[in-house]
C-alpha cells in the first residue's frame, strides 16, 4: 500500500514537489491500447497550475515522459511508466518550512513521522503535484472507459458556500458531462460559476482561501462493478479520495441528508423499462449492498480552503521550540477546488477501470 | 481484495446470513496477547439482535467459537479464526425474495453480479449479520489499543434530524467514549436520545424506518500513524467504513462545513504546551497529509434508514418480469444506527491498530 | 501474506494440528459452479492419514463442513469457508514438546519467534494437517479447470534414491494423469513403486524415515498465463510448493541439469504444426520467459524424510537450557512424499486457476 | 502482483530493453538512511555489461539518476525512484525478431500473450537488463542489512558441470562473503574458476553458451524471520528468484540430496553453546518450518544457458506461418551465470530486509 494502490490497475506514485521530478507506474494495463497523447496532455493541462489568475503562478507545463510499456503508439502490456520533471521551482521560498510548521499542512504530522528527513521544501510529497500523475492515470482510463461508453464528468458544486445545482441524478447527457472539461470554470450554472470566482478573487485578495464541494458523475457503467465489504465500489472509490489532498468528506448519493430521511424516502422504487430494471430515484447514487446498480454512479466530495494563506498564523518553530507566527511566502491558489476537478474525475475514472476489470471472472 | 482487507492485521470475512455459520480469521495478530473474552462477548452483545423493542426481533446471541490461534488463554500467532453460527433463522420468510427485489437492497445488483447463484435468503453475504465478526475483530483490536492508552468511542449523533451534541474535537475524556458503551442508547445528551427513541419508535408504528448519523473518536493516537496517499489515514478508515453496510457518507473533523470556510477559519493554529506541540482547534478530525497529528481522530458517518420496511413498495419481480408492489415481511430493525454504534467503533479500532503495527518501521 | 495468498483466487488457511479445527476460506469463486462433494472426498481421502502402513496412525476422515458460499449445490460467488474439525489427537504424546525441540522441525524457530505462545501440540501450525485446506482447495480448482480441458497429475519420482521413470516431457495421455489418483502408490512403473515400498517399510522398522520427490504435470495449458518477472509461472509455483511442508527443491523442466547443458541442447527448437506452433523438446517445462508457451507445464520437488523419527537423536531441552537426547513417541508417517502428491498437484491446480483467471483482461 | 512484489518493502520495476529507460520505486524504506552512492555503483557494475570478453559487448555503464525519495543524502521515508536510461542499443539488430521467435526465450509466450504488441527489440521486458534495477535494490538492502550485522555473498558454484567447492553450510566468515564480490571470477577455488572460463570461451567460440549454478549464503540472520505457509522464508525467496531470468531450479540446503537421504542424516541436530542453541549440521539451509533458525541461510539455483546463441537453430517464422531456421546476430553473454551473481545477491538481500522489517510486531 501506501504509493501503490489498486487490484487489476496497479498504480505505484512517487515524487516530491521540488525533486528531480514526479511520476508514476501504471501495472496491468492491456496491451495494444492506442493512446491518444493529446487528450492525455488536455487532462494535464486542466490540472496544470499557472494558467490564471484563480490559481498559483507556479508555471509547470507537467509536460511528461513516457519511459516504458508504450511502443508504436501502443501499450506493450508491460509497465508503463511516465515522468513529470519539476521545472519552475523556487526552492529558498521554502527554506523557512524546515523549522516552521504551516498550520493546515502535514508539515508537523510528516516531521515527526519521517524524523525530520522527509523533504520538507514545497510539501514534498505531500503536495498537490503529486495529482498530476493521477490525472495521468485518469486520462488513460477514461480512452478505456469510453470504448466501453462510460463518460465520467465532475463541476464545481460549491465554493465558500456559493452553490452550483446538482447533477440530474438520474443521469445527465454524455455531452454534458465532457463539456464540462472544456469550460474554464466547469459549473452547471455559470452566473453561480461567475459569483464564485468572485468569492475566490476575494479570499485572494485578503490574503485568504476558500474551500468547496465537487459532484462528479459517471454514466453508461454496468450493474456488477464492486463486492460487498472491502471491495465496495464506495470503499475503493473513497480509498482514491480521500487520497487526494485537501479532500475531507465523501458522500455517495444524498449522502448525508438520506441520515434525515424516513426508508420510504430513501429507498430508490424500480419499475421495468421493456426487459430493463430501471429505478425511479437515485438517492443511493448508483451503488446498493457495494455494487453498481446500473444507475449513473454520483457522489460528492467536500474540499477544504487551501491550507497555505499569506495572512499571519500562530503556530511553532521546530528549531527554536517556541511560538511563532508565520506569513507564508510563495505562490498558491486561494482555491484548490477548481484544479481537484479533473484529480477526481481522473481517480474515479481508474477506479471504475480497476473494478470493470475486477469484474471479469470469466475462465 | 474483496472479502480480505488489511495490511498487517489482514482479515477475512464470510457467511450468509441464513446459511450454516459466519465467522472470520484474523492474520497478523502478534503471539502472547491474553484475550478478556468477557469484553468481546460485551461488544458482540452490543451488536447482537433481539436486545430491545428497537431492534428487529430475531433472537441471536451471536456466540461464537474460537476455532483456531487461541492456545492456553492467549494468542498463538497464527490465524484467529471464530465462527458465529446462524440460529434464529425464518428462511421462509425470504421465499419471494428468489424473484421480487427489494428496493434500497443490493438484491438487484447481486443477482445480476451472481447471475442469480447467491444465497437470497435474508440478504445472503450482503446481510448485515456480516458486521458481528467485524465487532469480534474490534473487540480484540480494542484491547490491543488499550495497553497503549489508546481509547475509541462512538455515539448517536442524529436520528431522523434529530441532533445529540457533538464530541469536543479537542477530546473527551476516556471514561466518557468508554461510558457510551454502557448506555442502551449511546447518546452525550440522554434527553435528545429520549427524542430520538421516540422517533424511531413512530417510524416502526408507521412501518417505516429511520437513519441518522454517528460520531466516532479515539484519543491516545501518537503522532505519525498513516502515509501520505494511498495509505492517507482518512483512506484506510473510509475503506472500511463504506464497508458497513447503509453507510453512504464520511467526514472528517468538520468534513463537508470545511467547504464553506476560510482557510483563516479552517487552519488549525499551532502552539507549544512544554516541549510538546498542540493545536488550538481541531477542524482536521487529528488527520493532516493523510497522517495522524496527535491530536484526537473525529469522524462522522451518514448511515441510511434502514431498506427493509413493512410499507408497500414499488419493485419488479424478476420471474415475471413486470413491475409489482412489495409489502417485506420478517423482522427488521426501524433504525439500524443503534446497532451500527460497535461496529463503527469496531472497523476504527482494527484500522487504528493496523496503522500502528504498519508505522513500526525500525529493524 | 502469511495465511492468506492468491491473486483472483485468493485462500485463507488456518488451525492447528490439536485445536478444535483447521480450515480454509477460498475468495474469488466465480459463482454458479457446481461442486462435485464426492470428488472432493476423494481427494481428501488420499491426502488423509491412517489409510495403510505406510502412513501415520493418526485416523482421520478429514471430513469437511462448508460453512459458507455454497448454496443449492452451488457457489454463491461468496467466500467459501470449510472447516475440518480435529478428531483423533493424541495431545499428551506432545507434552513434551513443550520444552524439548524435534530436530528437523520448525520447533525452536517457532519457539523463539512466537515467544513460546505457539501452540507446540503436534506442530500446531507447522503440522502437516494443514496441507488438508490446500487439498480441498485443489479438489475445487481441478473441477475448474477440467472444464477448460486442463489435467493435472503427479506421481512419486522417488524415495529413498529408488526411481520411477519421468512423465514424457512432451506430454501424457489425461488417462495416466488421472490414472495415478486411483493408484494406491502413484507411480508410472508399477516394480519401481513396489521397490520404493520397501524402502519404507525398512525405515519404518528401523525407526528411521526416508524423503523423495514427485513430479508434476499439467496438460492442456493455454499459451500466455504468467507474466515476467514478479508474476512469473515459475515464481507463483515455487511460492505455494514451498508453502507445503517438507518441499526443500522445486526445479522446472530439466532444472538443475539445465545447469551443465550447451545452449543448443538446452533451448527447444519450435516448429509448426499445421497453423500451430510446437516444440520438439521440453526442456523449459512449458515456461519460458515467466509464461506458459503452451507445452505441458512439468517440474519436480524435492522432499525431504519426515523429520519425526523414533531414533534417539541429540537437541536442547528449553527448560532446563540443557543438551538433551530425544526419542519421538507418536505416530508418524516414515515417508510423507505417497500423502504430499495429492497436496503438491492441489495447489499447482490453484495456482493455475488463478494465474488462468488473472489472465483475462478483457473489458 | 506482476511488476510489484514485496510486503514491508514493495518494489515495482519497469523498462523495456530498447525503450527510453528502465528503472524502479522502492516503497517502504525507513526514512534517514544515508546511502552510500558509490557502494550502489560498485554493485552495478558487477552486473553491467560490456567489462569483458565474458559478457555481451553491449556497453552500458548502467548509471542511474534518483528521482525521488532522497534528500540531502539520506532517504526521505518516500518511494525512491531510480531511473536508469537505456544508451548502447542497436535496435536494428532486433528487426528480424519481431516475426521470428528465438527458441528458449518468452519471444513466443509473449507474443501470444500480448498480441503482438509487445516490445521485441531486444526481449523488452523479458529482457535480463530489467535485472538492473533488482541489483539497484539490493545495493540498498545491504546496506540496511550490514547494520544489523547480516551479510549476503554468493559465487559461481558450476559452469557446465565444472564445479567449484560449496560454501561451508555451518556459515563463511564475512570476509569470505564480501571478498566474492571484488573477484572478477566470483569462485572459492580460483583454479576451478579458470577452467570455467575455459568452458565459457570455448561455448562462445563454438557460438554456443553454457549454464551454471550459483550457491548463495546469508550469515547473522537472526532466529524467526518467515511465516509457516504462504510467508516461508523458502516462499519468498523462491519467488523472487524464479523472476530472474534463467532461473530455472532453485534448492535450500541439501536441497534434492535430502530426498534420498534417511531422517536421521537429514535432521540437524541441535545443542546448547551456553544459553544459545545450535545445530551440528545445516542440512536444511537455516530454514525449518519456513521460518529462520539462526543457522546461515544457504541455498542454490540452477540457471541455464543462455538462450541466444549464434548457431542456426530450427523454429518459427510467424509472418510466413513456417518454420526456419534462426542465427542470432547481436552481442550476447556466453554464459548468463556471472552476471547473474549479483543480482542473485541482491534479490536474497531485499527478501531478508522485507521478512525483518515484517517479523517487528511489537506495537
Partial sequence: MSS??????????FGESHGPAIGLVIDGLPAGVELDLNAIDREMARRAPGRNELSTARNEKDAYVIESGFFAGKTTGMPLCALIHNKDQHSKDYSILQNVMRPGHGDYAGRIKYAGFNDYRGG???????????????????????VKGIIVGAHVASVG???????NPLGER???LTGLAEKV???????????MIDTIMRAKQQKNSVGGT???????????LGEPYFDSVESRLAHVLFSVPAVKAVEFGKGFALAAMLGSEANDPMYMVGSEVAAKTNNNGGVLGGITNGMPLVFKVGIKPTPSIALPQ?????AKKSDTILEIKGRHDPCIVLRAVP????????????LLLAANRSL
Fill in 343 to 354: 484529480v477526481i474525475e481522473a481517480v474515479t475514472a481508474w477506479t471504475i477501470l480497476d
Fill in 314 to 318: 500562530a503556530t511553532v518553530d521546530f
Fill in 161 to 167: 458556500g456559493v452553490c452550483d445545482k446538482n447533477f
Fill in 214 to 224: 465537487i459532484e462528479c458523475m459517471a454514466i453508461g457503467i454496468p450493474v456488477g
Fill in 124 to 146: 514534498g510529497s505531500f503536495s498537490g503535484r503529486l495529482t498530476a500523475p493521477l490525472v495521468f492515470m485518469g486520462a488513460v482510463a477514461k480512452q478505456l472507459l469510453k
Fill in 174 to 176: 454524455a455531452e454534458v
Fill in 185 to 195: 470554470f466547469p459549473v452547471l450554472e455559470d452566473t453561480m460559476g461567475k459569483t
Fill in 4 to 13: 501503490v494502490f489498486g487490484d487489476r490497475i496497479k498504480m505505484t506514485i
